[in-house]
């Protein structure tokens, strides 16, 4: 805990002479870029290190610059942003608004190329993005959107969870093109760069992705909120389509001969069909627990009256004794 907020605290405010370095890096690093654009060789292998290098500390010069105004400093202060550093259910449920942004816009942009393209295959691939929105938004929908109670809120991340699993067999039915289209081959990619510098960034996003998914998933089965559980077991979901996503990738931009093609006719389909149901089985599973739990705490009606009696015995009792002591 000490140790997680000095690092909060030095990212908050860090010395100034490292926020200079970082400045004199990005101006080098991006006039670097620059000069690769007017001499024509931007688009070069070679440059895509230069470019991304740029990137990194453009963005960190400008917070760097953010934290010597005391931007973060200030905002630290904020209830809300206390509210996201001191609460891992927080912090889970902004990733997951992140996530449902970024698929979002995915779905735009790919329903837009598709159709410039004429390409079945990006169309697959938005139809999958839709029903990857889909889980996350019916947590948001149904136990964090509207007003209610305090007493409901065990109730709403219930059915927010019940919900969950309805989206995710969805989910597991909507990924099955996605398979079939890989195992007929007609899955294609443009790459702005090459192949291999591409397939190697996205083995490393996904690796990581995949391992945060799985230590998530673990930690939030410990805590009590179901719609909490509900959002991880989205998060690994998706991670596992991407990382059969990954192995189709590999196989088929890095074979080298008849064997690695044999491979991945045997390989995909059997990966696929895995992954297909384990997302299947967690759907099922949340269904038919987040039924279970519903009907045990919610109460029906004859309870709801057995427990009424007492109380109209209490007031009756409480009436009578009244009486007697006016008499």
């Given at each position: 805990?000490?140790?997680?907020?000095?690092?909060?605290?030095?990212?908050?405010?860090?010395?100034?002479?490292?926020?200079?370095?970082?400045?004199?890096?990005?101006?080098?690093?991006?006039?670097?870029?620059?000069?690769?654009?007017?001499?024509?060789?931007?688009?070069?292998?070679?440059?895509?290190?230069?470019?991304?290098?740029?990137?990194?500390?453009?963005?960190?010069?400008?917070?760097?610059?953010?934290?010597?105004?005391?931007?973060?400093?200030?905002?630290?202060?904020?209830?809300?942003?206390?509210?996201?550093?001191?609460?891992?259910?927080?912090?889970?449920?902004?990733?997951?608004?992140?996530?449902?942004?970024?698929?979002?816009?995915?779905?735009?942009?790919?329903?837009?190329?598709?159709?410039?393209?004429?390409?079945?295959?990006?169309?697959?691939?938005?139809?999958?993005?839709?029903?990857?929105?889909?889980?996350?938004?019916?947590?948001?929908?149904?136990?964090?959107?509207?007003?209610?109670?305090?007493?409901?809120?065990?109730?709403?991340?219930?059915?927010?969870?019940?919900?969950?699993?309805?989206?995710?067999?969805?989910?597991?039915?909507?990924?099955?093109?996605?398979?079939?289209?890989?195992?007929?081959?007609?899955?294609?990619?443009?790459?702005?760069?090459?192949?291999?510098?591409?397939?190697?960034?996205?083995?490393?996003?996904?690796?990581?992705?995949?391992?945060?998914?799985?230590?998530?998933?673990?930690?939030?089965?410990?805590?009590?909120?179901?719609?909490?559980?509900?959002?991880?077991?989205?998060?690994?979901?998706?991670?596992?389509?991407?990382?059969f996503t990954l192995q189709v990738m590999m196989i088929k931009?890095?074979?080298?001969?008849?064997?690695?093609?044999?491979?991945?006719?045997?390989?995909?389909?059997?990966?696929?069909?895995?992954?297909?149901?384990?997302?299947?089985?967690?759907?099922?599973?949340m269904l038919i627990n987040g039924y279970k739990k519903l009907r045990s705490?919610?109460?029906?009606?004859?309870?709801?009256?057995?427990?009424?009696?007492?109380?109209?015995?209490?007031?009756?009792?409480?009436?009578?004794?009244?009486?007697?002591?006016?008499?």
């Amino acid at each position: 805990m000490k140790n997680r907020d000095g690092l909060i605290k030095f990212l908050i405010k860090p010395p100034i002479w490292l926020c200079a370095i970082i400045w004199v890096l990005g101006a080098v690093s991006l006039g670097g870029t620059i000069t690769l654009y007017y001499l024509g060789l931007w688009l070069e292998l070679w440059a895509v290190p230069v470019h991304i290098v740029a990137l990194v500390f453009f963005i960190l010069s400008i917070y760097a610059l953010l934290t010597v105004i005391g931007v973060p400093e200030r905002a630290k202060e904020r209830p809300r942003v206390k509210q996201f550093f001191s609460s891992y259910n927080t912090r889970a449920f902004v990733y997951a608004a992140g996530s449902i942004l970024f698929n979002g816009c995915y779905v735009v942009f790919g329903i837009i190329i598709a159709n410039l393209e004429h390409s079945p295959w990006l169309g697959v691939l938005v139809g999958y993005h839709i029903f990857l929105v889909l889980p996350r938004a019916v947590i948001f929908v149904t136990a964090k959107i509207g007003k209610g109670a305090e007493a409901h809120t065990q109730d709403r991340q219930l059915r927010a969870y019940e919900y969950c699993g309805i989206a995710l067999i969805l989910l597991a039915i909507a990924v099955i093109p996605v398979i079939r289209m890989t195992m007929e081959d007609k899955n294609s990619y443009n790459y702005f760069i090459s192949a291999i510098v591409y397939v190697n960034a996205i083995a490393l996003y996904t690796f990581v992705k995949f391992g945060i998914a799985v230590y998530n998933f673990k930690k939030a089965h410990r805590q009590d909120d179901m719609s909490l559980i509900a959002v991880k077991n989205v998060s690994l979901a998706d991670a596992l389509i991407s990382v059969f996503t990954l192995q189709v990738m590999m196989i088929k931009e890095l074979e080298v001969g008849d064997t690695v093609s044999s491979l991945g006719s045997t390989l995909n389909p059997a990966f696929g069909a895995a992954v297909v149901i384990i997302i299947l089985s967690i759907g099922l599973y949340m269904l038919i627990n987040g039924y279970k739990k519903l009907r045990s705490v919610s109460p029906s009606d004859a309870d709801i009256s057995v427990a009424a009696e007492p109380c109209e015995e209490t007031d009756n009792s409480e009436t009578e004794s009244s009486a007697d002591e006016n008499t």
